[in-house]
């Protein structure tokens, strides 16, 4: 790896933010957490991201509005919704959305760190 992927992390459950973090780092991505959907909506709209990986169901602006913005201001940032939530009417909406990936709760960290890896070409 040359330069540090950056990778942001939103999810309103401070466990997944937790344990993501530490696992990204180790495999060399430079990584972001957030809990509250505004803060990231700032952040993204400070910095650019190479991958948004965000959980579906929040207070408003819920993972779809936060994917839709990142979409619109940094159309390069990959986007990997999580949820608990997944049914086929939500996971259409967001691959339709633009999000590269669709991961349902609960899910095994080595595998969403091995889709980060593939998403960024590492």
Request: with cysteine; charged share 30%.
């Amino acid at each position: 790896m040359n330069a540090k992927k950056k990778v942001l992390i939103l999810d309103d459950e401070a466990i997944v933010c937790e344990r993501l973090k530490p696992a990204l780092e180790k495999s060399g991505f430079y990584v972001e957490t957030y809990q509250q959907s505004q803060q990231a909506i700032d952040r993204l709209a400070e910095e650019k991201f190479d991958v948004l990986v965000t959980d579906l169901k929040m207070r408003k602006p819920d993972g779809l509005d936060v994917m839709n913005f990142t979409k619109e201001h940094s159309p390069s940032t990959k986007v990997i919704i999580v949820t608990g939530f997944a049914t086929v009417d939500t996971a259409t909406a967001a691959l339709k959305g633009g999000a590269v990936d669709f991961v349902a709760k609960p899910f095994r960290i080595s595998h969403l760190r091995d889709l980060i890896v593939k998403v960024t070409g590492e």
